[in-house]
């Protein structure tokens, strides 16, 4: 990866684009700590540690960085934008003008889908940042300073600016800088709170009261180190189906001939779907949290990111997500089209419906075993994480360091997927872009 970096930083136009994406992350970071007016972020901050991190609204504070726990202009991040994207494609498929504009549109097609994803993205700007503004009055903790009505448009105003200035950077990072824009930044939201995650291990490694919790801190760091190795491991895999070019003469000349194969990723689908998964599982929780209805039964084992049902829900989701990616991604019917085209075909299937049903079982089973790896990886810290917080809470009260270490320690799956995903993107997509600069050609 530092050899990656190095060699890249060599090419003027590619040192370009690294400065221009730093520069980006740098301006959102700066946005990140912006604070919203008449709000009282101390008081915020205090709340929600007492009350909103284990809840699912901790999962957003981690993809924002820390700023959704501190009100900050960027809190709502890329949220609304990643919600606003999983509507219009979901709509795609249901709208039957949709589906037109993005398969036969070309490219003023996907410039009109752009354009309705920006306006979904700022509406939905406006209803989280109203629900956040509720949520904040009904805390009865004193965090608004004003609830009067010009205070409350300036604090939605303000959070649905924010999510638009976020999803502006995002596309300028994907158009002028290195990699995915929305990727990039859920990256620096994740790694940002790495600081406070390794003075949470210190703690629980050091803690000497009641009983030892090194064992935990151990737990936590194989635990990462493996999901780690599973997460490189898989996103290389890939199942290669040979190919076979038949022979053409063309005048004095015989093309073709050679044998190829077809290669499939294993991960065909990348993040995507547990990021979609996590927002739609946790819309329920998220609604009940904005309106202040955090107890009872079916918050707690039914909505809470804690629950059972939380899990296999999020597993299902993930499941139908990784189904509809690879859907969107493969049609087996024009790639056999293609590969007849070209003159070739797989050994033992004749070209056509033959072929194209080979295509889509091999591809079903790698979307099933894609599947469960993603929910293996996305429920496995969920599964730890209440085992080990069983035992916490029954021997240090809520108000303890070592608690509230350990709570805040729980390993995210999600947040790994996204971390590695788009560490391992990012320089594929640099060695690329070195690879195209460095050939010469044909000519040469």
Request: proline fraction near 4%.
């Amino acid at each position: 990866m530092f050899t990656t970096l190095r060699n890249a930083w060599s090419i003027p136009e590619l040192r370009k684009k690294l400065i221009f994406t730093a520069l980006i992350m740098l301006l959102y970071r700066i946005g990140n700590v912006v604070p919203v007016p008449y709000i009282n972020g101390d008081a915020l901050v205090y709340y929600f540690n007492q009350t909103l991190s284990g809840t699912i609204l901790g999962l957003y504070n981690a993809m924002s960085g820390s700023a959704f726990s501190q009100a900050t202009v960027l809190a709502l991040s890329i949220q609304p934008y990643i919600n606003a994207s999983i509507i219009i494609q979901l709509l795609t498929i249901a709208i039957p003008a949709l589906e037109r504009l993005q398969k036969d549109g070309g490219e003023e097609g996907k410039k009109k889908l752009n354009m309705i994803t920006r306006l979904t993205t700022i509406g939905l700007g406006l209803l989280m940042g109203w629900a956040y503004y509720m949520m904040l009055i009904n805390s009865g903790a004193g965090i608004i300073t004003d609830d009067g009505f010009l205070a409350a448009v300036v604090i939605i105003l303000a959070f649905t600016a924010g999510s638009a200035v976020v999803m502006w950077l995002g596309e300028q990072i994907t158009e002028h800088g290195i990699g995915n824009g929305i990727s990039m930044i859920l990256f620096a939201n994740i790694i940002s709170r790495l600081p406070a995650s390794i003075n949470d291990l210190f703690v629980i490694f050091f803690n000497t009261e009641k009983a030892p919790t090194w064992w935990i801190g151990v737990i936590e760091v194989v635990l990462s180190a493996a999901l780690i190795v599973l997460i490189v491991f898989v996103n290389d895999a890939e199942r290669r189906i040979p190919v076979q070019y038949a022979k053409r003469v063309v005048g004095r000349k015989v093309y073709g001939g050679q044998n190829t194969n077809l290669p499939i990723k294993v991960s065909m689908t990348g993040v995507m779907p547990v990021i979609f998964a996590s927002s739609i599982a946790s819309l329920p929780a998220t609604i009940c949290t904005f309106g202040g209805w955090t107890k009872g039964w079916w918050y707690e084992n039914v909505f809470s990111a804690d629950s059972w049902i939380y899990a296999i829900c999020y597993f299902l989701l993930i499941f139908f997500f990784s189904w509809f990616y690879a859907s969107i991604q493969y049609d087996p019917v024009e790639i056999s089209n293609n590969l007849k085209k070209n003159g070739g075909f797989i050994p033992g299937f004749r070209p056509g419906k033959p072929t194209s049903d080979f295509i889509k079982k091999v591809i079903n089973k790698i979307v099933i075993f894609g599947a469960v790896y993603l929910g293996i990886v996305a429920l496995l810290p969920i599964i730890s994480g209440n085992l080990i917080n069983a035992y916490v809470d029954g021997l240090f009260a809520s108000t303890h360091e070592v608690y509230a270490a350990v709570h805040a320690m729980a390993i995210g799956g999600t947040s790994v997927i996204i971390v590695v995903s788009v560490a391992l993107e990012t320089v594929k997509a640099l060695e690329a872009q070195m690879l195209m600069r460095h050939y010469k050609g044909f000519l040469d």
